[in-house]
């Protein structure tokens, strides 16, 4: 098979879309620069400088510069010196430094200023101011930092581990798909000596979310209760974010990494990195627990039942804001329509036939791959007059409680 470029017998293409590519990424000012010139060339020198506010000797000196440089060199080079200076310091005084360090393992720049000081007047020596310390220290290949030795069982030097950096979240980060990122964060309540925890998540593009009340919190039930609500998902899950809480260690972070998930964590004390979580939170206690409180510490089945209810009512009918007054499951059908017996595609008396049916008849199917698929239909078949409450009752619970429970 024959492969060519595109443009191959065009003379001059490969040279006019470079210098194209190189233009769109010009920064501004050189694009003002250019644009300068160009002014020049149609209306005149003193026009131009007029124009721009520049000098007629500068205007001749951008013009020079385009000529032995091309375009590019309209771009301001870096003004930073080529030689800097360097810090040259006594030995003996960096000796000193790293001895007070020693002494007293990790001693602050501030203390080591107080006691180098002295040192430094007895002998005649300039010394170092206290940010001068700090930089000081911070270039030494080692910090200067004290580690001491820990002894193993066997009486064997253990080795020390570094600290993992846990990945955060950047800065202005939004998600542009359902499934990018899943925001999960949990509620303690009391009564007396009595607790009770509600874990959440929820989509943050599509405010899907979904919820259980357990009786304590740790990574084993987190990461139960996260591979149960995974099956309840419209689409696959690419990251989840947390705070740094004990529950979203251990199994939890291990099953995330089983299950090629990325896991980013907020930074301490730092809830507005996870502020839908937070906000669906606010909802979930103001719409339902605050109505619900005795029920979560009388009889926690019953809660998770009523709950249930609740995040179908929340996916399915309640209008979004965000979503342009949208349901969460109607954001997700209108972003990918991947379910076959979507009721557009058939008649409308056929399509409630077929979404009832197949509500009653493949609740006990849940957990398999196509889910998406059937998590349509189901909550579409709340939508529909006249249905029987406790059948709907029915559905709901083994909607949504007996697959995560």
Request: proline share 5%; aromatic share 12%.
């Amino acid at each position: 098979m024959l492969m060519q470029h595109i443009g191959v017998g065009y003379f001059g293409y490969y040279r006019a879309t470079a210098y194209a590519m190189k233009h769109s990424l010009m920064p501004e000012i050189g694009k003002l620069r250019m644009k300068a010139l160009n002014f020049w060339d149609k209306h005149g020198i003193r026009a131009a400088a007029d124009a721009f506010d520049v000098s007629t000797r500068t205007l001749y000196w951008w013009r020079r510069l385009l000529r032995t440089g091309g375009p590019e060199a309209l771009i301001p080079r870096s003004k930073a010196p080529l030689v800097r200076r360097s810090r040259h310091w006594h030995p003996d005084v960096l000796k000193e430094i790293r001895r007070l360090r020693t002494e007293l393992p990790n001693l602050g720049k501030e203390q080591i200023f107080v006691r180098l000081k002295p040192w430094c007047e007895a002998r005649h020596f300039t010394c170092p101011s206290t940010s001068t310390i700090g930089r000081i220290i911070a270039g030494a290949h080692d910090k200067m930092r004290m580690i001491p030795v820990r002894l193993s069982a066997r009486g064997k030097a253990r080795l020390i581990k570094k600290r993992s950096v846990k990945p955060r979240r950047p800065k202005q980060y939004r998600p542009v798909k359902t499934g990018e990122l899943i925001g999960m964060d949990a509620i303690e309540l009391r009564m007396g000596d009595l607790r009770r925890y509600i874990i959440t998540m929820i989509d943050e593009h599509s405010d899907y979310a979904l919820a259980l009340a357990v009786p304590s919190l740790n990574s084993d039930i987190t990461s139960h209760f996260f591979s149960k609500a995974t099956k309840l998902f419209p689409v696959a899950i690419r990251q989840v974010v947390t705070d740094n809480g004990k529950e979203f260690l251990g199994n939890f972070d291990k099953t995330l990494q089983e299950a090629s998930i990325k896991h980013i964590w907020t930074y301490p004390y730092t809830p507005k990195m996870n502020a839908t979580c937070e906000r669906f939170n606010r909802t979930l206690r103001e719409q339902f627990i605050e109505f619900n409180e005795l029920l979560l510490f009388e009889d926690l089945n019953l809660f998770n039942q009523r709950m249930a209810e609740y995040l179908v009512l929340y996916n399915s009918k309640r209008p979004h804001k965000s979503l342009e007054l949208m349901t969460p499951v109607d954001y997700i059908l209108r972003e990918s329509k991947n379910c076959n017996m979507w009721w557009t595609h058939t008649s409308p008396v056929n399509a409630k036939q077929k979404c009832h049916h197949r509500c009653e008849t493949e609740m006990s199917c849940f957990g398999s791959e196509n889910a998406f698929d059937r998590l349509a239909i189901y909550f579409r078949a709340f939508s529909f007059p006249n249905r029987n409450h406790e059948n709907d009752n029915f559905l709901v619970y083994n909607l949504v409680y007996k697959a995560i429970a």
